[in-house]
């Protein structure tokens, strides 16, 4: 009984493979629509995207354009190729503002665009893009049920961001341009008030307003010395237990040695 459910299975997939190699060859779109179709619900996917790809361009304009391209870019998304995915969901979604796969394919589109999303050391052109079409789908579907993992990979994405700028403003200080360094900091803390990071930016401030004080030219040591108090008093301000109170208060004792010299 084995050994003929066994053959059955092989004559299945024998003909399934020789169905399959004659639409490749066909120059029928209608015969090549019908195997991709069968090779999609297959869960075949490599093999369906081959053939739309030969009967994506003679499709448009047709009846059953719509179930096809809405099929094809499932089949890329589903192979993991997120930037043709996307770009045919998007295509779709322009092409048929009035389908019922609209919201679907809106939201697919756009969460392509987080698949390529790279890791935050990297360049973030994808990141920006996709919290740009992500938050166009927010807009667009405001009741979709997909609304609040769009939030989720919003906030994501932000935070790679953020990790960037942080970790940016840090290179500074790493490099000893304490002066970019400061900078930096006070422009990540503004554009990121909430950020878990905080701490980190406020104590680098610190290090970086300091190693700039102390190795100043005796004309802006005092200004700069000032500066670098200041920094320590934010730090401490913002957490009065900071795991780098040790550090900052042996450049504190410095700051207030040094600057003794210009109150007598």
Known sequence: MKKIVALFALIVIVSSCSEYQKALKSEDVAVKFASATKMYEAKKYNKAIRLFDQIASAYKGKPQAEKMFYMYAQALYKTEQFYLAGYQFESFASSYPRSEKIEEASFLGAKCFTKLSPVYSLDQVDTYKAIDKLQAFIDEFPKSEQLAEANVLVKTLREKLEKKAFENAKIYNNISDYKAAMVAFDNFIINYPGTPYKEK????????????????????????????????????????????????????????????????
């Open 201 to 264: 930016a406020l104590y680098y401030k610190l290090d970086s307003a300091y190693n700039l004080a102390i190795n100043s030219v005796p004309a802006k040591m005092e200004d700069r010395l000032k500066s670098a108090k200041a920094a320590y008093t934010s730090l401490i301000k913002f957490k009065s237990d900071t795991e780098f109170k040790t550090k900052a208060d042996e450049m504190l004792a410095r700051i207030e040695k040094d600057l003794k010299q210009y109150s007598k």
